[in-house]
């Protein structure tokens, strides 16, 4: 940066106006596109081009973009294929064809599992060599190449189907199907499944399916009536999602396509409570909770919306708490270290000084707001540069055309192989955000690439250059954070907090530009992160049968096959709520409401080190949702914290500020 544009920079921080703390603007909207096609195109045409990691996508038909952090991502990548879980199914490839199962949901001290333990094995008559030949937003096409049959497996779908392009033969090791009508039943332990279709025939363990056939099984869910099921067993053609912000509701609607007709669909805990859908069809069990088997061609349910805010309001705080701040962000200022090079803690970082250059234009401290957001802006300007990494090997962004994704150059937790850019990229657009909130130049400027690190993880319609909204899951209304899913347990996500925060940057980030389809597809995804953050992680219903045997408040590592308390870094259990909490940002409104569920959490959380420990400035955080009084105790402990207690991420004044802003 020039000595010129570094004075006009301190200029501008000095002269513009406090950015408003609390974006609680009403959105309001559709399933719009979000992003111009063309536009897309030239902004991933000005980036450096990469050959990306091999990440062994054998399984993918060509012309496919590779389905990087699905439920069904362990089918495509790797030297074998993963179990994965379409709820309420486990289901696994094998060398010889395909097996299913209906988990058999059992919980421990530390862990709710689901295995694949297959009761249902299907063996095609040559070795099958399978492919993902089609995905969308709920269902996955695997194409054995060698006998040109298909199977169709969708997310909240009964129903397994194989639609056979020549006869067929299969054998059903260990399970003899016995005729019942026009339809074949088999049980199996406790489980008993059913076979229907067309151009099918079974007899003992040999099912026969005509050319242009198809078989479809399901498992009778408990309490179900066979005949309802049976006749809705049609098959799947695919699935599409669409949405409705108004104000305080999102609304998610979830549609198959089939056939001929309505289907059946298993909706989960967190829908069955947000929906006017007659679910009487039975009900299976499964690790996140019972599910209810609803009648229908569609599913819609409601979210609560959340703000995204760009920053704390402190304008209720009194003399003596903003002098005590404004101590402590001069020290902050003083001490900030220099910035990290990877997407992720470089990020992190990143939103760190974001909050505190709000804090400090709120506190009307022009000298830090100047240094902060100096600093900021000429790092982001790095970052931003769509040529730097043509000849920087840090601080910059390049185009993968293998993987087709952006990829920092410098990739902590294997982002190279697509882990985690939620929540990489999320810490980039919140600062981001928060920046060009007021300054429409920024924006424009830093547009050509922080706008592809929104599409990385948030394009409305796939395309060439990225599949539609790369994390998400509609159906389980939560993200996957691993690209390739090597897992036996399936896909996973720990920190669903910065999954909620990414949703949260993309929203300010779609604000500060203008893009209201982007705002409302934004606002939507944090509603529905939110929601089963909640539901699954945090909150949960202790009252359903499932947790019968879990000795714990929340579950901090959820995959499609198990629920964990534990993480990947750390057995304490202060990590395991902590990476619910960070980066307990000015929109983690979501995670309070329950006060005796919060305060049992961070008994749990404190139980072996009190507050003063790894993490402690985050469960103090959390523990103040709880109410007044836990607030003020958590302010009172907050204020002697060590350092060593307060995460890279976060700062002594925004821990104080946080828990200032709460107070009634």
Known sequence: MTLMAALLLALGACSAPAPSPSGTTEVSGGDAAVFDATTIADQVAALPQETGHDLGAGRLADGLVPPTNRWFSGLVFGDAPMPVFPMPYAFGLTEAGFGFNLPRVTSAEKVIMGSYAPEINLITASAPAWQVTAY????????????G??????????????????ATELTSSGANWSADGDRWTTTVGSHTYVLVGEGVAASGQSITVDAGGHATWFAVPDGG???????LAVPLTGASASYEVSGEQASTTLTYATTAGDTAIAAMPHQ???????CTLGTYASIY?????CEGSSLTWTSPTYAANAG??????SGAERDELGQALATDVAGDPAYPADTYFGGKALYRDAMLWQIAT?????????TLRSRLVETLDQWMDPQRCASADAFCFYYDTTNRGVVGKVATFDADQYNDHHFHYGYFLYAAGVLAADDPELATRWAPVMDLL?????????????PERRNFDVYASHSWASGTSPFADGNNQESASEAVNAWAGLTLWARATDNSALEVEATWMHALEAQATRAYWTDFDTSDPIYEGFDHEITSLVWGGKRDYATWFSAEPAAMLAILVIPANPSSQYLAGDPERIRANVAEATGTGGFSQTYGDYLLMYSALAGESDRAAALQTARSLSDEFIDDGNSRTYLLAFLMSLAD
């Open 136 to 147: 969308d937003t709920a269902t996955v096409t695997i194409t054995d190449t060698v006998s």
């Open 225 to 231: 009536d066979v005949d309802a099921l049976a006749a």
């Open 149 to 166: 049959g298909s199977l169709v497996l969708a997310q909240g779908s009964p129903f397994i189907t194989f639609t056979a392009d020549a």
């Open 289 to 293: 909770g019972t599910l209810s088997v």
């Open 272 to 278: 069955v409570a947000a929906t006017t859908a007659e």
């Open 362 to 370: 709120q506190l009307g401290d022009e000298a830090s707001a100047t």
């Open 454 to 466: 929104a599409a990385d993880i948030a394009s409305s319609e796939g395309s060439e250059y990225f």
């Open 312 to 317: 704390l309001d402190l304008s209720g705080l």
